[in-house]
């Protein structure tokens, strides 16, 4: 039962501490996807 | 490289080395005071006032202040204002000395410095938004500390590192805008917790947008503003292209913030608008904020556009001095002067002559190290091996 | 009516074994957050207080700080008004109301919010909301930073601002390490009066509000930290009006977390799009970049093939005159060397009648067209 929270504050402690992990993941997969959309532009 | 780095000839006594070493002196005097007596020998703050000069000036306005590197990157890189490109190398100095300095501030003002780390490393307060400021404010000094690599490794003469390190331009100066968006937004947020201690017109829910506007505005007068500085002091120190593209610069900077000033004026009127705090214009806080309104955000909007019509570097200059001011007022008003409205005088906040002492302190060894930087690497100047590679 | 705090002591022996461990239904999920079940907390009526300062007597006995500056039986501390600091969690002010002349007093010490600001302003997670309801604060984490301070509504953490190297904040535990043990805290212990009353915070409520209904003469019908900040684990009544005692009736209703809630909202929205925009804009003005460098090239492009065709018509006049010229020279010679040949085939035939014997010879005349054919 790890999505019992008794307080707002716990269940944002949880939240936003997850939100940071998804946000790593997001600014390296975007620079990632970026080379792959636009890697062959250069002519 | 050895006819740039003409320091050999400068005289050692001038009064600018004079004052300088008198108040690096006094500030290492009283860097030992604080660090052996504490907060309370050397500041006044106290349990209704934590939070005094050292973070309404050394934290608030210093990242207000080094947003200049990411506005300028930005403009050059992203947005492909070439004419731009000279401005460049010092705003991004200028921003790596600027939050390279904030966090040695900040080690003067926590309690325990050596355990800064310990919001990444020991438990993350996630719910902070203190912990946004200095997760960005970490990343983003390693972000202008590469963005000012490619400098010293031309002073170096490392030409491969140098390579690699412009490779990685693109991607340093996006991170960087993104870095920068969030920090100088949460700055603003960190007062989102008090509704109740800071006076309702500068309190808003738009705190966050309005911190994030008005470093734009800080950053492109800022530049101006330095540049202004530079130019008496390390005229030789430039290249024809620096000096041809500085007028373009200034007139660009003006137009762009005489536009973001003009932006930031109408929200600050929807902000007042949201939350109904008309009545308020007509106290003594209302007067003061007026001020603020009008003298700092809507004069120097004016005369940005006055001066970049009629081409009036001048005028301009001058209005980046102000605007620069307008931004410190900001900051002030939020951190302190609107802070704890509700408390009587007599429990109110006004630092001590330490605590201005240090922050002068700070701002002249930024000074220094500036200084010690461009009459040595190629900062206002192309170097020679490397003219043609941007 | 008050209720008897040894009463209270047994009710937290069954609290301490069971309930605080337990679970209620409506706390699960993650729309509405009601607290800790059966946390608890202190009910303050300040009907009740006489100012004696045995509260603070007792907080600074069993929490161990350094002995006060004027003895807790000194009342004339009273005529200033205090507030926490480093050394004192918890002090008892004196006010004279407007109406009527009877002093009234106000304890203050922190009132451990439902949702506390300070927890959610702490970037290392240095303050625990726990089961018991008391706010925690843990020093070997603490940086130092003193948002905290900022945060509170209630203006209650301290900090140790002599301390050179290890300064802490300071506040208010509910007295957490004795309550765990089953043990009242201090104030609430030492309180001659049984002005404060300690228990489940569902209970003191009602106890409150039961008050506030049997006696509304003595009461302003409002119990302070019901939902002040989103609800305070201690509760006051009072019979003046709380602003009247220093207490602020501005603070609103709104949990601490909720405030910050948008704010921290918009930082992913910004990480996620921002690299989307911003590469966006950057290939937009590398594009412009491009379509204007193939103008200026095919301009530069059409400008060459003007030059060029102007040149190439000079050429060819030039060339056709030269043509011209080399025909009639090339006329001159073919027919200089037709003549030659003639002149030699006459010779040859003479000499052939005379050598009675055929030759031929046409290299001569050959040779003499070709560099012209090849050149045209």
């Known amino acids: 039962m790890e999505n019992l929270f008794y307080t707002l504050q716990d269940f944002y402690t949880h939240t936003k501490g997850v939100t940071y992990v998804l946000m790593v993941g997001i600014l390296v997969s975007i620079a990632f996807f970026w080379k792959f959309l636009a890697g062959n532009d250069d002519d | 490289m050895s006819d740039h780095a003409a320091t050999n000839g400068r005289p050692l006594l001038t009064p600018f080395n004079i004052v300088a070493g008198i108040i690096v002196v006094v500030g290492l005097i009283l860097t030992v ?11 006044n703050l106290d349990d209704y006032n934590p939070w005094g000069l050292w973070i309404g000036f050394d934290l608030l306005v210093g990242v207000a202040l080094a947003a200049g590197g990411y506005v300028t990157s930005a403009a050059c890189y992203i947005f492909g204002m070439k004419r731009f490109h000279s401005a460049v190398r010092p705003a991004v100095l200028t921003g790596f000395l600027g939050y390279a300095l904030v966090v040695v501030a900040l080690h003067y003002d926590v309690g325990r410095p050596w355990r800064l780390p310990y919001p990444f490393i020991m438990q993350q307060g996630t719910t902070s938004l203190l912990f946004e400021v200095g997760a960005c404010v970490a990343l983003y000094l390693t972000v202008l500390f590469l963005e000012c690599t490619p400098v010293a490794f031309e002073w170096l003469g490392w030409k491969k590192a140098r390579a690699l390190a412009v490779k990685m331009t693109m991607v340093l100066t996006i991170f960087g805008v993104i870095l920068s968006t969030l920090h100088q937004s949460s700055l603003g947020a960190l007062f989102l917790i008090a509704p109740s201690k800071l006076h309702p017109l500068w309190y808003s829910g738009y705190l966050p947008v309005y911190f994030f506007v008005s470093s734009i505005i800080a950053g492109l007068s800022m530049v101006i503003f330095e540049g202004t500085l530079s130019h008496r002091a390390f005229h030789d120190k430039m290249d024809a292209v620096h000096l041809e593209e500085r007028d373009g610069v200034v007139l660009g900077f003006a137009k762009a913030a005489s536009l973001v000033l003009a932006g930031y004026f109408f929200i600050k009127v ?12 007509g106290t003594g806080y209302g007067a003061w904020f007026l001020v603020e309104m009008i003298g700092f955000v809507m004069l120097p909007s004016i005369l940005y556009a006055v001066g970049r019509r009629d081409k009036n570097i001048p005028l301009i200059k001058w209005t980046a001095a102000w605007t620069v001011l307008g931004v410190i007022v900001n900051r ?9 409205y509700h408390l009587p005088a007599s429990d109110r906040y006004f630092p001590h002559w330490m605590e201005i002492a240090i922050s002068v302190f700070i701002v ?12 040595r690497m190629p900062i206002f100047y192309e170097h020679p091996d490397y003219q043609d590679s941007h | 009516m008050s209720i008897s705090r040894r009463k209270f002591l047994g009710w937290m022996g069954v609290a301490g074994a069971g309930s605080l461990v337990g679970r209620s239904a409506k706390a699960a999920g993650n729309k509405h957050f009601t607290g800790h079940p059966e946390s608890m907390g202190v009910l303050y009526d300040s009907t009740l207080c006489i100012g004696c300062r045995q509260c603070e007597a007792g907080c600074n006995q069993v929490n161990q700080l350094p002995p006060p500056e004027k003895p807790f039986d000194d009342l004339k501390v009273l005529d200033t008004t205090r507030r926490t600091d480093a050394k004192t969690y918890t002090v008892i002010n004196r006010y004279t109301p407007a109406t009527g002349d009877k002093p009234v007093f106000r304890k203050i010490q922190c009132n451990h919010c439902l949702e506390p600001a300070c927890a959610s302003a702490c970037f290392v997670r240095a303050f625990t909301k726990t089961e018991t309801g008391a706010v925690t604060y843990d020093a070997s984490v603490c940086v130092g930073c003193r948002y905290c301070m900022v945060a509170c509504p209630f203006e209650i953490p301290a900090y140790e601002y002599d301390a050179a190297l290890d300064p802490e904040i300071t506040k208010c535990t509910m007295c957490y390490p004795r309550v765990s043990k089953g043990l009242l805290p201090g104030c609430v212990d030492t309180c001659p009066m049984e002005a404060l009353t300690f228990g489940k915070r569902d209970d003191l409520l009602k106890i409150a509000h039961e008050r506030i209904r049997k006696y509304p003469d003595r009461y302003v019908d409002h119990v302070y930290g019901e939902k002040e900040m989103g609800g305070t684990s201690w509760l006051y009544l009072s019979g003046v009006p709380f602003k009247q005692v220093g207490m602020r009736e501005d603070l609103g209703v709104t949990p601490a977390p909720s405030l910050t809630a948008g704010a921290l909202g918009a930082v992913p929205m910004v990480v996620g799009l921002w ?5 966006g804009v950057y ?7 491009k379509i204007e460098q193939q103008e200026k090239a095919a301009a530069v492009e059409t400008a060459k093939e003007q030059t060029q065709s102007q040149a190439d018509a000079k050429l060819t006049e030039a060339l056709a005159q030269a043509e011209k010229d080399k025909d009639a020279a090339v006329e001159k010679a073919v027919a200089a060397a037709l003549e030659e040949a003639a002149r030699k085939q006459e010779e ?13 010879d046409p290299a001569s ?6 560099p012209s054919e090849e050149e045209s």
């Open chain 3, 348 to 360: 040859a035939a003479q000499k052939a009648e005379a050598d009675s014997s055929a030759s031929d």
């Open chain 3, 275 to 279: 690299p989307v925009l911003l590469t």
């Open chain 2, 270 to 281: 929807v902000g007042i608008s949201a939350d109904n705090n008309w009545h308020y214009l």
């Open chain 3, 283 to 289: 290939a937009i003005s590398k594009r412009k970049d």
């Open chain 2, 332 to 340: 002030f008003n939020v951190s302190m002067i609107a802070f704890n």
């Open chain 3, 365 to 370: 005349g050959d040779s003499g067209a070709t």
């Open chain 2, 364 to 375: 002249t060894v930024g000074v220094l190290i500036f200084r010690w930087i461009v009459t």
């Open chain 2, 33 to 43: 005071l604080r660090f052996t007596g504490g907060l309370a020998a050397t500041t």
